[in-house]
T-cell receptor
Framework: EAGVVQSPRYKIIEKKQPVAFWCNPISGHNTLYWYLQNLGQGPELLIRYENEEAVDDSQLPKDRFSAERLKGVDSTLKIQPAELGDSAVYLC???????????FGQGTRLTVV | DAKTTQPPSMDCAEGRAANLPCNHSTISGNEYVYWYRQIHSQGPQYIIHGLKNNETNEMASLIITEDRKSSTLILPHATLRDTAVYYCIVRDGNAGNMLTFGGGTRLMVKP
């Protein structure tokens, strides 16, 4: 069974440019999460989807970050415009439901220069 | 979620048991203890979870004290590939609660 797939694996952009990350969850998983992980710290939740509905986005900086999960499967996370402080690893995870074990992708490492 | 306290780092000799402690003194009755680990450049990986009974699977054992205020993750025969950051997380058993990661314990398994 394929795990959570994220792309790209690495991304380097100049500040003020837009960037997008893509996540394909495990087939059949209804819940999808985006986490942000700064260097040396644990992951922090940005947003959680139940199918196509964003049910918890309180930690998402809405002035520059946006996310969508069309058709309740794949998801994209976008930053526009990117700032130097956005350099981090962006992790996607999925689970059958929000109360069950979460499986993580390998993450996208973003470097803003 | 209740907070957890873990030592920032630990060393373990290859082949020996690694015992990783976690304090969760404010845990409530319906909160589970979860353990994840994160190997360098990978996403977190689920290891084990429990409510109040000790649990064992192919990866590790979880020992939870009777008062549930602390727990220990045991890797019975640590290998070099077990070098990772180990996160102890308490999580409400009701649907809708997410994982809140702390700083974790950086375990270094040495030959």
């Amino acid at each position: 069974e394929a795990g959570v797939v994220q792309s790209p694996r690495y991304k380097i952009i100049e500040k003020k440019q837009p960037v997008a990350f893509w996540c394909n969850p495990i087939s059949g998983h209804n819940t999808l999460y985006w986490y942000l992980q700064n260097l040396g710290q644990g992951p922090e939740l940005l947003i959680r989807y139940e199918n196509e509905e964003a049910v918890d986005d309180s930690q998402l900086p809405k002035d520059r970050f946006s996310a969508e999960r069309l058709k309740g499967v794949d998801s994209t996370l976008k930053i526009q415009p990117a700032e130097l402080g956005d350099s981090a690893v962006y992790l996607c995870a999925s689970s059958l439901t929000s109360g069950t074990q979460a499986f993580f992708g390998q993450g996208t490492r973003l470097t803003v220069v | 979620d209740a907070k957890t306290t873990q030592p920032p780092s630990m060393d373990c000799a290859e082949g020996r048991a690694a015992n990783l402690p976690c304090n969760h003194s404010t845990i409530s009755g319906n909160e589970y203890v979860y353990w994840y680990r994160q190997i360098h450049s990978q996403g977190p990986q689920y290891i084990i979870h429990g409510l109040k009974n000790n649990e064992t699977n192919e990866m590790a054992s979880l020992i939870i004290t009777e008062d549930r205020k602390s727990s220990t993750l045991i890797l019975p025969h640590a290998t070099l590939r077990d070098t990772a950051v180990y996160y102890c997380i308490v999580r409400d058993g009701n649907a809708g609660n997410m994982l809140t990661f702390g700083g974790g314990t950086r375990l270094m398994v040495k030959p």
